[in-house]
C-alpha cells in the first residue's frame, strides 16, 4: 500500500513501447519536484499521453524504473497508487445523475459541506447556484445541459475532493472561448496548489501557468525550461 506522499516523480531510464520493437521512447529520465506544474507539448502522435497513462499504471513500462517519493510504483497495489494519481482526462466524465453526486463521485462519503466547498474553491459554485435547481440539478450523461467549461469544473471539484497528489491531465483540443479558457484556468490554478501536476497542454495559458515545460518528440524528453526562459 501507498504511504502518505509529497508528490515527488521520477522517471529513470524508462522504455516503453505498446508492440514490441517499436518504442514511443527510450531510456526517458527526468525529476518533478513535489508541488510542481510541468507541461508536457509535442507533436500528434509524439507519445504524450502514453507517458502519463505510465504514471497510474494503465500500461507498464519495459524497462526501467517510476517512483513516487522513491517508491517504485510496481511495489504498491494498483488501488493505493491511484489514490494517490489522479487522471482528468480529455473528455470530462459526466454520468446521469445530479451536479451534486457527480462531483461527490471523487470521494463517496463525502459531506454536503465538503462538497460545495470543493466547488467553491475550483469556482464551480457561482455557476450551479444559478442552474435551475443548484447541485440537485440533473444532468445527463451525453446531454448538453452544461458547456464544455462547466464540465470541466465539475471535474476539477470532483478531482478536489479525491484529492491526489499527483494529478495528471490530458488538456482537451476543442477550442473554447477566451473568457472561458481564463475562468478554466483559475479554478485549475486553485485545483493544483500542493499537488504535482503533469498536463498535456494545447492551450498557451497552460503552458504559460506551468514552472517547466518538458518537449517530447523523436523517442525522447527536452526539457525547455520555463516559458519566460523560452
Ligand atoms: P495527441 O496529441 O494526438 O493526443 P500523443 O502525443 O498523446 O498525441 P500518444 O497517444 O501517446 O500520442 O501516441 C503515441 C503513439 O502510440 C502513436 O503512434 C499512437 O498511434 C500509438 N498508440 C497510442 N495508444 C496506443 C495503444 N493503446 N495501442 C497501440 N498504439 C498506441
Ligand atoms: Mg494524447
Do not use: C, W
Request: no cysteine; glycine share 8%.
Amino acid at each position: 500500500v501507498m504511504p502518505p506522499i509529497n508528490g515527488e516523480l521520477i522517471f529513470e531510464d524508462v522504455s516503453f513501447g505498446y508492440k514490441e520493437d517499436q518504442p514511443i521512447f527510450e531510456h526517458l529520465s527526468f525529476k518533478v519536484k513535489p508541488g510542481e506544474t510541468i507541461a508536457l507539448v509535442g507533436a500528434t502522435g509524439a507519445g504524450k499521453s502514453t507517458v502519463t497513462n505510465l504514471i497510474p499504471r494503465f500500461y507498464d513500462v519495459d524497462e526501467g524504473k517510476i517512483l513516487i517519493d522513491g517508491i517504485d510504483i510496481r511495489d504498491v497495489t494498483v488501488a493505493s497508487l491511484r489514490q494517490e494519481v489522479g487522471v482528468m482526462l480529455q473528455d470530462t466524465f459526466i454520468f446521469s445523475g445530479t451536479i451534486f453526486e457527480n462531483i461527490r463521485y471523487g470521494k463517496l462519503d463525502a459531506t454536503k459541506e465538503e462538497v460545495i466547498l470543493a466547488a467553491r474553491i475550483v469556482l464551480a459554485h457561482d455557476f450551479i447556484m444559478n442552474l435551475k435547481s443548484g447541485y440537485d440539478t440533473y444532468v445527463q450523461e451525453r446531454g448538453s445541459t452544461l458547456s464544455a467549461g462547466q464540465r470541466q469544473l465539475i471535474s476539477f471539484a470532483r478531482t478536489l475532493l479525491s484529492d491526489p497528489k499527483v494529478l495528471i491531465l490530458d488538456e482537451a483540443t476543442s477550442s473554447i472561448d477566451t473568457q472561458t479558457e481564463l475562468a478554466l484556468q483559475e479554478g485549475l490554478d486553485r485545483l493544483l496548489v500542493g499537488r504535482t501536476a503533469i498536463v498535456v497542454a494545447h492551450r498557451l495559458s497552460t503552458i504559460r501557468n506551468s514552472d517547466r515545460i518538458f518537449y517530447i518528440g523523436d523517442h525522447r524528453i527536452l526539457e525547455s525550461g520555463s516559458h519566460e526562459e523560452l
